[in-house]
């Protein structure tokens, strides 16, 4: 396994970042593998540096673009890695789940997720 260091612009980064963004397209001069850890840090192009934000990410696939099955072949030297945090866990952010009576080892259950108050219906009230 390898930790590959990498710059990555804000509005890509930011998504990487949020875990709504779970693949990432790269010149592939790395030879990245299955297992190896990007060590993605957000780089500010207008004032070249680094903006201090961090994270980091377990490729899960490579895919090249070559070989039997490829419909569509990427150009040549880049892949697409498909990417979960690397602890393993998915690339988003977690909902945190409020327990009634304690934690679920100790016999707690999920409280209902918030509704509206004082008559208002949200969205999902209404059905939407």
Not at 75 to 92: E, K, N, Q
Not at 93 to 100: F, N, V
Not at 118 to 127: E, K, L, N
């Given at each position: 396994?390898?930790?590959h260091?990498?710059?990555?612009?804000?509005?890509f980064?930011?998504?990487?970042?949020?875990?709504?963004?779970?693949?990432?397209?790269?010149?592939?001069?790395r030879?990245y593998?299955?297992?190896?850890?990007?060590?993605?840090?957000?780089?500010d192009?207008?004032?070249q540096?680094?903006?201090?934000?961090e994270?980091?990410?377990?490729?899960?696939y490579v895919?090249?673009g070559i070989?039997?099955?490829?419909?569509?072949p990427?150009?040549?030297?880049?892949?697409?890695?498909s990417?979960?945090?690397?602890?393993?866990?998915?690339?988003?952010?977690r909902?945190?789940?409020?327990?009634?009576?304690?934690?679920?080892?100790?016999?707690?259950?999920p409280l209902?997720?918030?509704?509206?108050r004082h008559?208002h219906q949200t969205a999902?009230?209404?059905?939407?």
């Amino acid at each position: 396994m390898t930790t590959h260091e990498l710059k990555s612009w804000p509005d890509f980064f930011e998504s990487l970042f949020n875990g709504s963004k779970t693949f990432d397209l790269r010149l592939n001069d790395r030879d990245y593998q299955v297992g190896d850890v990007l060590h993605l840090r957000e780089w500010d192009d207008r004032t070249q540096q680094y903006t201090g934000r961090e994270c980091f990410r377990r490729i899960t696939y490579v895919f090249d673009g070559i070989g039997s099955g490829s419909i569509t072949p990427l150009a040549r030297g880049y892949a697409i890695l498909s990417l979960v945090t690397s602890d393993g866990g998915p690339s988003f952010p977690r909902r945190r789940t409020r327990w009634k009576r304690g934690a679920p080892e100790r016999g707690g259950t999920p409280l209902p997720r918030a509704r509206a108050r004082h008559g208002h219906q949200t969205a999902r009230d209404q059905g939407g």
